[in-house]
Nanobody, 126 residues
Framework: QVQLVESGGGLVQAGDSLRLSCEASGGAINSFTMAWFRQAPGKERELVAG????????DYADAVKGRFTISRDNTKSMTYLQMNSLKPEDTAVYYCALRWKPTVSIPIQPNEYEYWGQGTQVTVSS
């Protein structure tokens, strides 16, 4: 049973940076697509960024392109989200997700991912 634990969230000011980390336990993640989602109050959970098993492909939401970078270190079972130039509209709970079923693409719907972390709060003040 895979478990995902996020860390690195916090309260920052607009323009600041944060790096979120997701540690997987209970199994190696090197064969699986990983993703970061976020959910703001009153809104649906949305894909922020995804990365294929070997890092060969990454996808980003339009709202974060050029500011956020997803990466992974399969030797450490870690996935990261570097967030730069943060904006108040980035405020949300950020979730790490793992897709167990094989895929060549990066699914954008939350129900395509089987394992989730508990989430970490990111708050950006103006």
């Amino acid at each position: 049973q895979v478990q995902l634990v996020e860390s690195g969230g916090g309260l920052v000011q607009a323009g600041d940076s944060l790096r979120l980390s997701c540690e997987a336990s209970g199994g190696a993640i090197n064969s699986f697509t990983m993703a970061w989602f976020r959910q703001a109050p009153g809104k649906e959970r949305e894909l922020v960024a995804g990365i294929t098993w070997n890092g060969g492909r990454t996808d980003y939401a339009d709202a974060v392109k050029g500011r956020f970078t997803i990466s992974r270190d399969n030797t450490k079972s870690m996935t990261y989200l570097q967030m730069n130039s943060l904006k108040p509209e980035d405020t949300a709970v950020y979730y790490c997700a793992l897709r167990w079923k094989p895929t060549v693409s990066i699914p954008i719907q939350p129900n395509e991912y089987e394992y989730w972390g508990q989430g970490t709060q990111v708050t950006v003040s103006s």
